[in-house]
C-alpha cells in the first residue's frame, strides 16, 4: 500500500500562495484564513512590531516621518508626533504591555503607520520573506508592495464606511490578542446607497442592517480583500494587524503617473513652478501666450515629435520600475537618518569588507557617459566608469568585496558611499 503523505500548507511558501491566489480568484475576492500562523510565528511578529515602535519613539525626526495617525476616544490627535515623544516604548517591553500603560482608564485609541516596514529593516524583511514566493511566482504588483500597521481598542474603524485605492489588494494578518470584525459592502451595492468613492460614510447607521458579508478574524488569521470594496471594522479588545498591501495600479491612476513623471522630467531645472511669475489674468484671444509661457519652461519643444514623447515615457517607465526592483517592491525607500549613516561609514576599519543587504539588489544603466544606479528606490548618476559596473555586478552576486587600495580614490569612495548611505549595501559583519 502506498504511504500516505501528509501534505501540510506550509503558510506563505509556493503552495500555499498558489492556493490563496486561486481561492480568491487572483486578488479579486474577499476571504478569511484561520490559523495561518503559529504562536512561534505570532510572538517573532510582534517583538518586530514593539521593536519598529520602539526606533519610531527614540528618534524625534524619525517621527516627524512617521505619517503615523492615533486617534484617542475616537477623536482624530493631531499632535501624533508629540504623542509619540510623551509615551515611548520601553526596551524589552511588549506592545500589549505598552498599550496597556499608556493607554489606562478604559481609554480607547487606534493607531495606524503607513509604509511601516521603512522604519525596520528586519520586519521589511520578514515581510520580504513572506511574500517573496508570491513576488517570484506572480510579479512584482505595477505600484508595488507596502504595508501598515494598525492597532488599538478602537472599537469602529475611527476611519468610519470607507473603501481603499482601486487596483490595491490588502492581506491583513491579525496579530491578536483580541478578535476583529469586518462588515464589507460590494462597489454596486454601496454606490445604490449613494456610497462616493473613497468617502467616508457619514451615518453608519444607514448601512449596518445591510452589508454584503461579515468576517470574524482572531490571533493568528488572515483576512483579505480588494481595496475597492466599502468596509469598517470593529475591534473591542486590543488587537494589532499588520496589513501587507499588493498596489496595482488602474490604467487611469497609471497614466496620472506618468504623465505626472513626463511632466516632471520635461521641466527645466531653473524653472520653479510654484515660484515664478504669477500668469496674468486670462485674456479671451490670447491663449496661446499662456501656452508658449510654458513651452518656453519645458524640455520640451515644438519640433518634438510623437516619437520623443514616448522615448521619454519608456525613459520615465524605466527609472519608475528600476527603482522599485532595487528595492524589492517596496513603493517608500528606507527611512534613512544620513548623518548618522554617514558617522557609521566614516567610523570603518582599515580595509573593510562590503557586501549588499539582504533582499535587495542594485539596478542600474548606462546613459550616454553617465551610469545612473538606483539604490533602494533612490537614484543618482555618476561618470560612468566600468569599474563602477563590475562593483555592483560583483555586490550583485552577492559577494563579499574587500574595500581595498583600488576603491580608495576620492570618486571611488564617494560611489561607494553613495550605496552604503542609501542602504543598499553594509558592511560584513552588519545584516
Ligand atoms: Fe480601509
New binding site residues.
Given amino acids: 500500500m502506498d504511504a500516505q503523505v501528509d501534505i501540510r500548507e506550509i503558510p506563505f511558501k509556493n503552495d500555499w500562495w498558489t492556493s490563496f491566489v486561486s481561492e480568491t480568484n487572483h486578488f479579486k475576492g474577499h476571504t478569511v484564513k484561520k490559523d495561518v500562523f503559529d504562536l512561534y510565528q505570532i510572538a517573532e511578529l510582534k517583538e518586530l512590531v514593539a521593536d519598529t515602535i520602539r526606533i519610531i519613539t527614540k528618534d524625534s525626526l524619525r517621527i516627524d516621518n512617521t505619517g503615523a495617525r492615533i486617534w484617542l476616544d475616537g477623536k482624530y490627535d493631531e499632535n501624533a508626533n508629540k504623542f509619540f515623544q510623551d509615551h515611548p516604548i520601553e526596551d524589552n517591553q511588549s506592545v500589549e504591555n505598552w498599550a496597556e500603560q499608556t493607554f489606562q482608564d478604559g481609554k480607547k485609541f487606534g493607531m495606524f503607520i503607513n509604509f511601516v516596514t521603512r522604519h525596520n529593516e528586519n520586519l521589511a524583511n520578514k515581510v520580504n520573506e513572506l511574500i517573496d514566493p508570491y513576488l517570484s511566482q506572480f510579479g512584482i504588483p505595477l505600484e508595488g508592495i507596502s504595508a501598515t500597521l494598525i492597532l488599538g481598542n478602537y472599537g469602529w ?1 475611527p ?1 468610519g464606511i ?1 473603501n ?1 485605492k482601486r487596483g490595491e489588494y490588502i492581506v491583513h494578518l491579525h496579530l491578536g490578542p483580541g478578535e476583529k470584525d469586518m462588515y464589507i459592502w460590494e462597489e454596486e451595492n454601496a454606490k445604490k446607497k449613494g456610497f462616493i468613492h473613497r468617502r467616508k460614510v457619514e451615518n453608519k447607521d444607514d448601512y449596518m442592517n445591510d452589508y454584503d458579508a461579515k468576517y470574524t478574524f482572531g490571533t493568528g488569521d488572515i483576512f483579505s480583500m480588494p481595496g475597492r470594496c466599502v ?1 469598517i471594522g470593529n475591534t473591542k479588545d486590543f488587537s494589532i494587524g499588520l496589513v501587507l498591501e499588493f498596489n496595482g495600479y488602474t490604467s487611469k491612476s497609471f497614466s496620472k503617473k506618468m504623465w505626472f513623471d513626463i511632466g516632471k522630467t520635461l521641466m527645466d531645472k531653473n524653472f520653479e513652478g510654484d515660484k515664478a511669475l504669477v500668469l496674468p489674468a486670462y485674456e479671451e484671444d490670447d491663449h496661446e501666450k499662456y501656452i508658449n509661457y510654458l513651452m518656453e519652461h519645458l524640455k520640451y519643444t515644438t519640433t518634438d515629435t510623437k516619437a520623443d514623447i514616448q522615448k521619454h515615457l519608456v525613459k520615465c517607465f524605466t527609472d519608475y520600475k528600476l527603482g522599485l526592483l532595487s528595492n524589492g517592491g517596496y513603493v517608500r525607500a528606507p527611512y534613512i537618518d544620513k548623518v548618522q549613516v554617514k558617522k557609521d561609514y566614516l567610523v570603518q576599519k582599515d580595509k573593510p569588507v562590503i557586501k549588499l543587504v539582504e533582499s535587495y539588489n542594485l539596478q542600474y544603466y548606462k546613459n550616454k557617459n553617465k551610469l545612473v544606479v538606483f539604490v533602494r528606490k533612490n537614484r543618482f548618476s555618476v561618470d560612468y566608469r566600468h569599474e563602477y559596473v563590475d562593483l555592483l555586478e560583483k555586490l550583485n552576486n552577492k559577494e563579499l568585496v574587500t574595500v581595498g587600495d583600488e576603491y580608495k580614490t576620492v570618486e571611488f569612495s564617494k560611489f561607494i558611499e553613495l550605496l552604503f548611505v542609501n542602504k543598499g549595501i553594509c558592511f560584513e559583519d552588519q545584516k
Avoid: M, Q
Wanted: glycine share 0%; proline share 0%; hydrophobic share 20%.
Fill in positions: 474603524t476611519l470607507h481603499d468596509h
